[in-house]
């Protein structure tokens, strides 16, 4: 496999798993006590921490694509071990 292909699925993993992760360790200004500005939406994060988010999206992306890549070099799961609807063979 090529570099830049790689480096392309890291990409895509790493937005998938941003987006995955961005609810969990969130809380609202409620749930925390505290005052909300007036005009925010009652599910407005409190304590969002972006730095944190980057960080752990990178590490579970590192190690999701080094599993992709080493399934792809090994060949562990192939595309017939997915297809749960072929006829059985006689």
């Known amino acids: 496999m090529q570099w830049t292909s790689i480096i392309a699925i890291f990409v895509l ?17 409620e749930e925390m006590g505290l005052e909300k500005t ?3 939406a009652d599910s ?6 972006p ?3 980057l960080t752990r999206a990178t590490i579970l992306a590192a190690v999701l694509t080094a599993l992709f890549v080493a399934n ?7 595309a017939n071990d997915l297809d749960f ?6």
């Open 72 to 78: 792809y070099e090994n060949g562990w799961i192939t």
């Open 38 to 40: 007036p005009g925010q």
């Open 85 to 90: 609807f072929a006829r059985a063979k006689d």
């Open 51 to 53: 730095k944190r988010l």
């Open 44 to 49: 407005a994060p409190a304590n969002f921490r």
């Open 13 to 29: 993993i790493w937005i998938a798993t941003a987006f995955m992760l961005l609810p969990f360790g969130v809380k609202t200004h």
